[in-house]
C-alpha cells in the first residue's frame, strides 16, 4: 500500500480521535479545557475565557503572550462551520479572519472521509504505518501545515504559520494553540507528545481523554 494512502487515513484517524466532539456538551467541554490548557502551555497568567454560547454558537476571544501580541477570536456553529479572527494585540485591529463554510448542495467540498471509508482499506494502512508516516501527519496537521500564510507586518514572526484549508474548528484551535506558543523547546516537546498519544491509541485501537490531548502544563 503506497504511503498517500496510509497518511490519509491516519489523519483520518488522528481527527477522529482528538477533533470530533459531537454533542454540544462534549464540544463545550473540549472548549473549557482548551482554554484551561492554554495557560500553562503559553506560560501566560490568567486562564484563556472558557466559551460562551449564544444563539447555538460558542464563541470566546483569546490572548496569546505578550511575546507574541496575537489575538484570536472564535464562534463555532459546528465542527465544520466556524469563523476564527486574527487580531493584533493590544489595540485588537483586524488583520485576517478564517471563515469556513458548511458544506451543501451549493459549496462543495471534497469528502475525503466518504472515499475513505468507500475504500475499506483503514484495518490494512493503519497496520502498515511506520513511524514517519504518523510523524508527517503530525507536522502536517500542527506543527507544519502544508498550505499556511506568514505574518509579516504588524508581526513579523516566521516561525508562526497560519494553517489554510482546515475545515475541522477543534483542529483550527489546536493548531493555533501551538503555533502561538512562544517557547520553541515546548512546541518541540509538545510534537513529540502528540506522536506517542496517537500513536499509541492508534496502535492500541483505543480512545483518549481530551485532558490526555490537552497534555498537563
Known sequence: MVKEIIRAYLMQEVIKLGFSPSDPKDKNSWLHQ????????WCVEAYPPVPKMKDNILSATIDSSDAINLTFEYAIEK?????????????????????MDE????????PHQY?????????VALNKMKRDDLESVIDTLFMHPTPHQHIESPIDNHDIR????????FLYLF?????????????????????NLFENAIKKNTNF???DLMGKF
Open 79 to 99: 465542527r465544520d462551520k466556524f469563523i476564527v479572527r486574527l487580531l493584533h494585540s493590544p489595540n485588537n485591529q483586524l488583520m485576517w479572519k478564517h471563515d
Open 209 to 211: 481523554q481530551i485532558a
Open 162 to 169: 497560519i494553517g489554510g484549508g482546515i475545515t475541522n474548528a
Open 115 to 123: 472515499f475513505l471509508n468507500e475504500f475499506k482499506q483503514r484495518k
Open 34 to 41: 482548551y482554554s484551561r490548557s492554554s495557560k500553562g502551555f
Open 103 to 110: 458544506g451543501n448542495s451549493k459549496y462543495y467540498i471534497f
Open 175 to 195: 493548531h493555533l494553540r501551538i503555533q502561538l506558543c512562544p517557547i520553541p523547546e515546548r512546541r518541540s516537546e509538545e510534537r513529540q507528545r502528540l506522536f
